[in-house]
């Protein structure tokens, strides 16, 4: 019988702009690129979470009423090997010039979700969250 894996609950922005482009962060010290957003502290509630990491990785300061629950979904985590990650996902629109980062985030970038390139991609974001705004 095999031990189940290590779960990290997060909550993640799907965030798109006005040309359909979705951001992806990279923190310092990876090269893997995903999702924004991050785990929940004790008592906070998802969104509550997510619109804090927002503010604190990328200066997006967000009303609660820009957010759409898109669902939570299970992948393998990106940057802590052996762990599987629960992403609580939103859907959001802010515009390109927007986020900058910030706290533990190195980098930034708008990608096309159809052919976002060379970056290396979380399997959470490639497998599964990329591909639903591709439908």
């Known amino acids: 019988m095999t031990a189940a894996r290590p779960v990290v609950h997060v909550a993640a922005a799907l965030t798109v702009d006005a040309a ?3 951001l992806m ?3 310092h010290g990876t090269s893997v690129f995903m999702q924004p ?3 929940m502290e004790p008592g906070e509630s998802p969104l509550e979470a997510l619109r804090r990491e927002l503010v604190e990785e990328l200066g997006l300061v967000l009303g609660a009423d820009r ?10 985590a990106a940057n802590e090997p052996g762990h599987r990650v629960l992403a609580e996902v939103f859907r959001l629109t802010v515009d390109a010039d927007e986020p900058v980062p910030a706290a533990e985030i190195a ?3 708008w990608v096309d979700p159809a052919d976002p390139g060379d970056i ?3 399997p959470l974001s490639s497998r599964v969250l990329l591909p639903i705004l591709n439908q």
């Open 120 to 122: 290396e991609l979380a």
């Open 67 to 76: 957010f759409t629950w898109l669902g939570t979904f299970e992948e393998d």
């Open 25 to 27: 962060v990279r923190k």
């Open 20 to 22: 359909g482009r979705a």
């Open 37 to 39: 957003g991050g785990k």
């Open 107 to 109: 980098e930034c970038r």
